[in-house]
């Protein structure tokens, strides 16, 4: 399983809301296209593209942003973050 955790802050919740993008805690060693497959195949969406980062803390976090069709908050719903 590459997608750790759904990260809830505010900041995050904001990006659901205004521009359509989850924000995961992924393994470090997890490759765009690996995290673009694995919320494709979990959620039923369509991915349109995959942002990484390494925070200060030192794990890896994902910003996926969906497709128009998709919604960002439907997915928030299934993780139960809203």
């Known amino acids: 399983m590459i997608l750790l955790a759904p990260i ?3 900041k995050a919740i904001a990006q659901v809301e205004f521009s359509n993008t989850l924000t995961f805690k992924v393994q470090k060693n997890a490759t ?6 694995e919320v494709e195949s979990l959620f039923g969406v369509k991915v349109v593209s995959v942002r990484t980062q390494i925070t200060q803390k030192g794990y890896k976090q994902a ?7 998709s919604s960002a908050e439907d997915v928030t719903t299934k993780l139960k973050m809203a």
């Open 8 to 10: 809830k802050t505010e």
């Open 32 to 37: 765009k296209e690996q995290i673009k497959k």
């Open 63 to 69: 910003l996926v942003t969906l497709s128009k069709e």
